[in-house]
Structures are given as C-alpha cells and as structure tokens.
C-alpha cells in the first residue's frame, strides 16, 4: 500500500509536467517575441529620438541663420537710413546756403541800385549847380561888361565939355566913385542872387 504512487498519478503528473513544459515553451516564445518587439520599439524609439534631435539641431540652426540674416537686413537699413538721413542733412544745408547767397545777392543788386540812384542824384545836382554857375558867371561877366561899357561911354561924353581944370577933377572924381560905388552895388547884389540860387538847390532824396 506505501510502496509508491499509483500510475495513474504517475500519468497524470506526466502529463501535468508535460503541459508545463509546453506552457514554458509557448511562454518563452511569447518572451522571445516581446524581446523581439521590444527591440524593436528601443531602436524606433533611437531613430524616433535621432530624427528629433536632428529636427532640433536643423531647427536651431535654421533660426541662429534666419536671426543673423534678419540682423544683417536690419543693420544695411538702418546705415541705408543714417546715409539717407546724411544726405537729407547735406541737402538742407545746401539749401540754406544757396538761399543766402540769394538774400545776399539781392542785398548788394538793392544797395547798388541805392547807390546808382544816389550817385546819379549827386551827378544831376552837380550838373543843376554846374549850369547855375555857368548862367550865373555868364550873367555876372554880361553885366560887368554893361557896367564898364556904360562908364566908359559916359566918360567918354562927360570929357568934352568945358570946365575948370579943379572943378573937372572933382566932379570926374565924384562921378568915378558914384560909378564904382554902383558897380560894387550891383556886384554885391549879383553875389547875393548866386548865393540865393545855389542855397535854393534842394538836397538829394534817398
């Protein structure tokens, strides 16, 4: 009765350790396939990581392009700006000086003018003084001329007549001087006129 197991246990555990076994086998197959499966997750998980750090890598590297592409446009216009802003500058100060070198040019064209018809002013008093002058000389000559002609044709009239030689003497001397004291008169009064008609010349206008 105690001499050993009965062979239907002996099957049944057979049979038991068999179906073990094959569990074991279809359980390493599995394992062996979630190996496989993992394996190849891991290396679509390196690429999936490789292909992220590339895009990471191209991205940076696109942008650092793209900022200093950006960097060089900014600074060309701003020297573009400060060039144009320059020549701006240069222009108005061109400017500015042209249009003082017209308000300068008209300043000395209106005082030339002015002093054009200045002098043309004094050269026309001039000329007023000149002729009054002339009229005046020629007037004062024609009267002196007069004077004397007169004296000598009275002198020449009052000689004949028949006097004592004192009495002759005196009357010509007072007759002599009565002329000079009219021709002196009459000089004074011509001297008074010139001077009347030279202070009468009005002063020139501006």
Same mark, same amino acid.
Request: hydrophobic content about 35%.
């Given at each position: ?9 002996? *099957? ?69 700006? *400060? ?55 020629? *007037? ?21 007549? *028949? ?44």
């Amino acid at each position: 009765m105690y001499g050993g197991p009965p062979r239907d246990d002996m *099957a049944q555990l057979r049979q038991t350790l068999e179906k073990l076994q094959h569990e074991k086998g279809e359980a390493d197959g599995l394992l062996q396939i979630l190996n496989a499966k993992l394996q190849d997750s891991n290396e679509e998980n390196f690429d999936l990581r490789a292909e992220m750090l590339t895009f990471q890598a191209e991205t940076h590297y696109q942008s650092e392009q793209n900022e200093k592409t950006l960097k060089a446009k900014v600074l060309s216009l701003e020297s573009q700006l *400060a060039f144009q802003r320059a020549q701006l500058q240069n222009a108005e100060r061109v400017k500015l000086r042209a249009l003082k070198e017209a308000d300068d040019l008209q300043q000395k064209q209106e005082k030339q003018l002015l002093d054009r018809k200045k002098l043309d002013a004094e050269k026309r008093l001039l000329a007023t003084k000149r002729r009054k002058q002339e009229s005046f000389l020629a *007037a004062s000559q024609s009267m002196m001329s007069q004077s004397m002609l007169s004296q000598q044709q009275q002198q020449q009239v009052a000689r004949p007549v *028949a006097v004592p030689v004192t009495e002759t003497a005196v009357q010509t001397e007072l007759v002599m001087e009565e002329k000079e004291n009219d021709s002196h008169s009459k000089l004074k009064e011509v001297l008074g006129k010139t001077l009347e008609i030279l202070t009468a010349v009005p002063p020139i206008g501006y």
